[in-house]
T-cell receptor, first 112, second 110 residues
Framework: DAGITQSPRHKVTETGTPVTLRCHQT?????MYWYRQDPGHGLRLIHY???????DKGEVSDGYSVSRSKTEDFLLTLESATSSQTSVYFC???????????FGPGTRLTVT | QKEVEQDPGPLSVPEGAIVSLNCTYS??????FMWYRQYSRKGPELLMY????GNKEDGRFTAQVDKSSKYISLFIRDSQPSDSATYLC??????????FGAGTTVTVRA
């Protein structure tokens, strides 16, 4: 158990509405990540954070923003949800080394 | 072309068989190689990692890396029904950003 929780776990929303997903960690790790997982694509990095208020884009960042005002919380916002953002979203943290990433349980988001 | 290509599967094997999973990659800068296991509707969990060519064993699992051929494999010996899951390969260059394969779903039949 990597001490990562995600909320909500499931969400259905309508096209055009804003959505915020929350990732919370209990172990005070510096690096946090947001991924999306879609059939045939595996996991793709959306954004990551290397400290409070320090974030950077991943390979599929268009349409997403993030914020990290506290070490333990990393928020992912869809400003105006689209059907193409229907996916399973995973938060992850790195422990001592960059390749040891540990994942949360995921949020299943459906945009209708 | 994707940076990381993974055999799509699915694979179905009888209990006790050896499972062989493979990934190829195009970025010669990759230094770290990982395998994750993901049960249905769960988050991926780190199984093994290595940063050198050759084999690494952990119980029934063996990870193999061939940097000259840009090819990695995961072998599961004496497979059990509890090994039924999706297996994801992942690779990185050391800057905290990983590239994942699409995953191979394995079913071990009792």
């Amino acid at each position: 158990d990597a001490g990562i929780t995600q909320s909500p776990r499931h969400k259905v929303t309508e096209t055009g509405t804003p959505v915020t997903l929350r990732c919370h960690q209990t172990e005070n790790h510096r690096y946090m990540y947001w991924y999306r997982q879609d059939p045939g694509h595996g996991l793709r990095l959306i954004h990551y954070s290397y400290g409070v208020k320090d974030t950077d884009k991943g390979e599929v960042s268009d349409g997403y923003s993030v914020s990290r005002s506290k070490t333990e919380d990393f928020l992912l916002t869809l400003e105006s949800a689209t059907s193409s953002q229907t996916s399973v979203y995973f938060c992850a943290i790195s422990r001592d080394t960059p390749y040891e990433q540990y994942f949360g349980p995921g949020t299943r988001l459906t945009v209708t | 072309q994707k940076e990381v290509e993974q055999d799509p599967g699915p694979l179905s094997v009888p209990e006790g068989a050896i499972v062989s999973l493979n990934c190829t990659y195009s970025n010669s800068a990759f230094q770290y190689f990982m395998w994750y296991r993901q049960y249905s509707r769960k988050g991926p969990e780190l199984l093994m990692y290595t940063y050198s060519s050759g084999n690494k064993e952990d119980g029934r699992f063996t990870a193999q890396v061939d940097k000259s051929s840009k090819y990695i494999s995961l072998f599961i010996r004496d497979s059990q029904p509890s090994d039924s899951a999706t297996y994801l390969c992942a690779m990185g260059v050391g800057d905290y950003k990983l590239s994942f394969g699409a995953g191979t779903t394995v079913t071990v039949r009792a």
